[in-house]
């Protein structure tokens, strides 16, 4: 089994950074092909915001390109959401996804709330 916790998350000023962690962890961890960022803000749909993949592009969504970037340590158990410039309507749970062999499943979410 795999499961999935995300960390990271909190208030911060509009034009700021906030570096988002999602972190793997049993037996099957290690196999692991692709890790998603996802978002989702009160009264909207799901959102894909970044993808990694082992041996595959990047992949962001149009509303963050350019100001995040997603990161992995080498056995992609660990991956990272490096969230710049950010704005009032980033603000939103954020939730990573992982995929396997097996099938995909889900984290908790951590909440980012960009405020002044």
């Known amino acids: 089994q795999v499961q999935l916790m995300e960390s990271g998350g909190g208030l911060v000023q509009p034009g700021g950074s906030l570096r988002l962690s999602c972190e793997a962890s049993?037996?099957?961890?290690?196999?692991?092909?692709?890790v998603e960022w996802y978002r989702q803000a009160p009264g909207k749909e799901r959102e894909l915001v970044a993808r990694?993949?082992?041996?595959?592009?990047?992949d962001y969504g149009n509303s963050v390109k350019g100001r995040f970037s997603i990161s992995r340590n080498h056995a992609m158990t660990t991956v990272f959401l490096q969230m710049n410039s950010l704005k009032s309507e980033d603000t939103a749970v954020y939730l990573c996804?992982?995929?396997?062999?097996?099938?995909?499943?889900w984290g908790q979410g951590t909440q980012v709330t960009v405020s002044s």
């Open positions: 996804r992982a995929w396997t062999p097996y099938g995909d499943l």
């Open positions: 049993g037996t099957r961890s290690s196999s692991i092909t692709a």
């Open positions: 990694i993949r082992r041996g595959g592009p990047l």
